[in-house]
């Protein structure tokens, strides 16, 4: 699956690699909280993929991602990979560096 916006697709902006294992509920509120995260702080300027590892676990592999679920930042460099459910906004707003205090 994956979601994206134009900005994302032109190699502007944020581009997110989310693992995740089904519908299990942990990898359900990553879904969520991600998308409510680059609703309200990135727009149009971000682009998602969403990989299930139990359709196709190879991806994961590739990426070092052994824990769903995972965020995986691919771009703007350096890449950052973020463990959990992003519930923690606050958290995760530093640990991707959208905060002004960077």
């Given at each position: ?92 707003i530093k640990a991707l560096r959208l905060g002004g205090d960077n």
């Open positions: 699956m994956s979601i994206s916006s134009e900005a994302g697709s032109r190699g502007e902006g944020f581009v997110f690699r989310l693992f995740v294992a089904g519908d299990e509920p942990h990898s359900t509120r990553a879904k969520d909280n991600l998308k409510r995260l680059c609703e309200s702080h990135l727009k149009d300027a971000c682009e998602i993929e969403i990989l299930d590892v139990l359709e196709c676990y190879k991806p994961a592999l590739e990426n070092n991602i052994l824990l769903t679920p995972a965020l995986l930042m691919v771009s703007p460099l350096p890449a950052v990979t973020v463990y959990g459910d992003l519930s923690d906004t606050g958290e995760l």
